[in-house]
């Protein structure tokens, strides 16, 4: 099995100009007709850059939609017990930072839902609509600080699929961030499951910031742990990693590294 492909930017802007060229080649080769979207920090300069690039890219006149409305994406995750209303839900945020931007069909964009009385039937439902959907071409990931991917905590089993979890506590800390009082927080989430990410055709991980200094070598040379979800990355076979040098600190000599300016 090759192991990822590494690519390092100076910075996250960098990083999310390299990931929106990577998505936009894909695209170009007719290898992109469904994209799997991570919330949170780590893609917005992506997203920022895809849009800018789609934009300028247009030639034709369009309606409402862009010349990318025929992309199905699937969201990775989102909370349970939140109104899909309230602006920090993955409604939400995929709405405002992805849908929207990407000028995509927001009949062909998925979120599970968590708002509902029954997130067990609305997490399997998901689960079938990316199966009926063929699968997902390319799936974007980011990292969490205890190597969760999707909302898949330390202990979630290699061959979960889309379902309820329980966030862990240093989850729901580092996202308190976008609420007012770590109380706000949810405590539930539906996550597509590892099974279910590792079934994508391609993942894309992005990881950058000083928070996350170290994370790739633990993933990527680190053993393969439940204990640390993102370790299950090394099977899957192709991986390519969009970091900077902070992230990417401490990585193992043997990986294939390229470095570019973004
Ligand atoms: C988001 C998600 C999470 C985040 C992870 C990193 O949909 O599923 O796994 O990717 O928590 O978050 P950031 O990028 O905010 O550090």
Redesign the pocket.
């Known amino acids: 099995m090759t192991g990822p492909r590494i690519v390092i930017a100076p910075d996250g802007e960098q990083v999310g100009r390299a990931g929106a060229r990577h998505i936009d080649r894909l695209r170009a080769a007719g290898a992109l007709r469904t994209l799997g979207v ?5 893609p917005l300069p992506l997203y920022r850059a895809l849009a800018t690039l789609w934009r300028d890219g247009e030639h034709r006149e369009h309606g409402d939609l862009g010349e990318h409305g025929d992309l199905t994406a699937f ?3 989102e909370y349970v017990g939140l109104p899909s209303s309230h602006p920090e839900s ?1 409604h939400s945020v995929v709405a405002r930072e992805v849908t929207g931007p990407l000028r995509l069909d927001p009949e062909r964009v998925h979120v599970p839902c968590g708002d509902t009385d029954a997130p067990d039937r609305a997490a399997a439902r998901y689960e079938e609509l990316i199966r009926a959907a063929g699968g997902i071409d390319l799936q974007i ?4 600080g205890n190597g ?4 898949n905590e330390p202990g979630s089993a290699p061959d979960s699929r889309t379902r309820v979890v329980d966030l862990a506590d240093d ?1 729901r800390r ?1 996202n308190a961030r976008f609420f007012e009082t770590l109380d706000d927080v949810p405590r539930r989430a539906v ?1 597509q499951g590892i099974g279910t990410i590792l079934d994508a055709r391609r993942l894309l991980v992005i990881v950058h910031g000083a ?1 996350k200094a170290g994370l790739l070598a633990t993933a990527f040379d680190g053993p393969v742990t439940a204990g640390f979800p993102a370790s299950i990355l090394q099977r899957h076979p192709d991986v390519t990693v969009m970091t900077d040098p902070v992230a990417a600190d401490g990585l193992a000599a043997h990986h294939t590294i390229e470095e570019t300016s973004g």
Do not use: R, V
């Not at 991570?38 to 780590?42: D, F, I, M, N, R």
């Not at 990931?141 to 969490?144: C, N, T």
């Not at 969760?148 to 909302?151: R, V």
């Open positions: 991570a919330t949170g920090s780590s969201a990775l995750d993955y990931l980011g990292i969490g969760h991917i999707g909302f989850t580092a996550t928070g």
